[in-house]
C-alpha cells in the first residue's frame, strides 16, 4: 500500500514563490514516476509536471520556466518549485505515483488528497 501526503501549499502573492513536498510511504512497491496535477475551481484536474525515476521530466506548457520538479529518490520524496506564481495557479495540487509491485510489471496509480494553493493579485 502507497500513501501520498502532500504538503507546502498556502497562500502567495502574485509573483511570489511556493514549494510543495510530497512524501511517498510504504512498503513492496517500487515507484516508476511521480507527478503533480491540478484542479482548479469548475475546471478539470490537469497536468503540471511529471519525472521519471530516472530524472527525466516534462511539463504542461503553461509552467515551463516558472515550475521545477524534482525528486529525491532516496527519500521517496517529491518536489515542485513554484516561481512567479499568478492568480491563475490557484488550484488543489495532487501528487500521483505511479507504482509496480515486484516482481509484477503491472503498474498502478496512487492519488494524494491535494494540498490547497491560493494566489492573490
Known amino acids: 500500500q502507497v500513501q501520498l501526503v502532500e504538503s507546502g501549499g498556502g497562500l502567495a502573492q502574485a509573483g511570489g514563490s511556493l514549494r510543495l513536498s510530497c512524501a511517498a510511504s510504504?512498503?513492496?512497491?517500487?515507484?516508476?514516476?511521480m507527478g503533480w496535477y491540478r484542479q482548479a475551481p469548475g475546471k478539470q484536474r490537469e497536468l503540471v509536471a511529471t519525472?521519471?525515476?530516472?530524472?527525466?521530466?516534462n511539463y504542461a506548457d503553461s509552467m515551463k520556466g516558472r515550475f521545477t520538479i524534482s525528486r529525491d529518490n532516496a527519500k521517496n520524496t517529491l518536489y515542485l518549485q513554484m516561481n512567479s506564481l499568478k492568480p491563475e495557479d490557484t488550484a488543489v495540487y495532487y501528487c500521483?505515483?505511479?507504482?509496480?509491485?515486484?516482481?509484477?510489471?503491472?503498474?498502478?496509480?496512487?492519488w494524494g488528497k491535494g494540498t490547497l494553493v491560493t494566489v492573490s493579485s
Open positions: 500521483n505515483a505511479i507504482i509496480s509491485i515486484p516482481p509484477s510489471t503491472t503498474m498502478f496509480s496512487h
Open positions: 519525472i521519471t525515476s530516472l530524472g527525466a521530466t
Open positions: 510504504g512498503s513492496g512497491f517500487s515507484i516508476v514516476s
